[in-house]
């Protein structure tokens, strides 16, 4: 009601509680300056004195939007306002529970805008599933649309207010026409029988590979980016913690021009301007990650996300033992189940894919590693995290100390688990040291399997 304060007029609005005693007086002048006189601490909703109960309760942000409210339906149905904005609102609903049990339903009407409607939610979960409902306005409040002369809109509202449901929640309508799509084989790998095995590389995976130091974990990386780039013409963001960027590039450069471009050329065998016209084919083709001695696990993933901002989606982290490099065994775990944790989620929420490699733990019985042994999952640094977090789990093991040069260059491929399809695979791959290439071939211990004639050196 309006009124004089100072010779100035004012809006008051008397604040009562349940029981019709005054508690409260909220002013408001005309250049929409406030104060309250009394106390509102036992936050009762204004107008609630007027209504003991009914079908449903219409609750407004504020006091001219609950006026303008019982001026459209002519003041026939219960209508309140917050005491002290959506701010609030929760914990003054909250300290009138009992007084809205009286409503069959209870809909709340408060502004369109963020604040409002963030407010709205958030009083979801006072009284059970469907009796709290959120009317959609076509302006910002009630007052507005009443002023726009779109009274029956608000009218409307009330009737079509919905009871909230969680976005993690869906029907079998809402991803209907997703669930009907056919599911496509991935990308392939350089390997035939890693493809025919996982059914090809997709997004929204991580692949962990795994090996002792000097095994083929390099190997694998850059015959994998080769194949990507070449074959897919996909452009990977490459995260090579324990290396250079330069000699990274130089190493895929050697592996697309069948050269060891890290070797000095009376060595490696090459020309200046093949290195140069090695070099410039991959321009724009690859992005690197510069980490200069930092491996923050926080700043890896922030770099993913801006990277995957600019349409990259397929990412190589080596090695990640070296985020914990510095930490115990016990810190280390922690660190590495946070990292892959927040990395699943970002794989599923950005739609992009991570292969990740990492050392393993040296063997407690039986054949070393170093010796061709076999690598095991729960032997990945971190390998809780790893199985829990990765979708595939790979395992590359070589003898290192065989005499035979095509032996000793043979790595063998183990897909260690498969969390989609539960499958398995074992095969081999050969370094040739002539072509810089790393590709399957049969099991050369087997009679009459693969033998080479380049006299490859050991990778």
Request: hydrophobic letters at 40%.
């Amino acid at each position: 009601m309006g009124r004089d304060f100072n010779d100035q007029p004012v809006h008051v609005c008397d604040v009562r509680t349940e029981a019709g005693s005054l508690v409260a007086q909220k002013v408001r002048t005309k250049d929409k300056d406030f104060w309250v006189n009394g106390s509102l601490k036992e936050r009762p909703l204004v107008g609630m004195h007027l209504w003991n109960g009914g079908r449903k309760l219409v609750i407004t942000e504020g006091e001219i939007d609950m006026l303008s409210y019982a001026q459209l339906t002519d003041c026939k149905y219960p209508v309140v306002s917050l005491p002290n904005g959506a701010a609030a609102a929760k914990k003054a609903l909250a300290a009138n529970l009992k007084y809205l049990e009286r409503f069959d339903e209870v809909i709340l009407m408060f502004d369109m805008d963020e604040p409002g409607q963030a407010a709205a939610v958030s009083c979801m979960p006072l009284m059970n599933p469907g009796r709290i409902k959120i009317a959609k306005l076509p302006l910002k409040d009630a007052n507005e649309c009443l002023l726009a002369e779109e009274g029956q809109a608000v009218v409307n509202s009330i009737w079509n207010a919905e009871a909230y449901r969680p976005s993690q929640i869906v029907t079998v309508a809402d991803i209907m026409e997703k669930a009907k799509r056919m599911p496509a084989l991935g990308l392939s790998f350089p390997w035939e029988s890693a493809t025919k095995a996982s059914l090809g590389i997709r997004k929204a995976e991580i692949h962990i590979v795994g090996a002792a130091p000097k095994i083929g974990k390099t190997e694998h990386q850059h015959q994998l980016i080769k194949h990507m780039v070449e074959v897919h013409g996909v452009k990977p963001g490459i995260m090579s913690l324990e290396e250079n960027p330069v000699k990274t590039l130089k190493k895929i450069a050697g592996k697309n021009a069948g050269k060891q471009f890290t070797k000095p050329p009376e060595v490696g065998g090459y020309t200046q301007d093949e290195l140069d016209e090695a070099l410039e084919a991959l321009d724009d083709k690859m992005e690197f990650y510069s980490s200069e001695g930092v491996r923050d696990y926080e700043e890896i993933l922030s770099t993913v996300r801006w990277w995957a901002a600019q349409g990259i989606w397929f990412f190589i982290i080596d090695p990640l033992t070296a985020l914990v490099a510095e930490h115990d065994s016990s810190s280390a775990n922690d660190i590495l189940n946070e990292f892959m944790s927040k990395a699943a989620s970002m794989a599923m929420e950005l739609n992009i894919t991570f292969f990740m490699y990492s050392h393993v733990n040296p063997v407690k019985t039986g054949k070393p590693h170093d010796a061709g042994g076999d690598v095991l999952s729960s032997q990945f640094t971190g390998s809780r995290a790893m199985e829990k977090w990765a979708h595939y789990g790979w395992a590359v093991q070589r003898d290192r100390t065989e005499k035979d040069p095509t032996l000793r260059n043979t790595a063998r491929i183990s897909l260690l688990f498969d969390r989609e399809f539960g499958e398995w695979c074992e095969f081999f791959a050969f370094y040739n040291n002539q072509t810089n290439d790393w590709s399957e071939c049969p099991d050369p211990s087997e009679e009459g399997g693969f033998q080479d004639e380049s006299q490859p050196e050991e990778f």
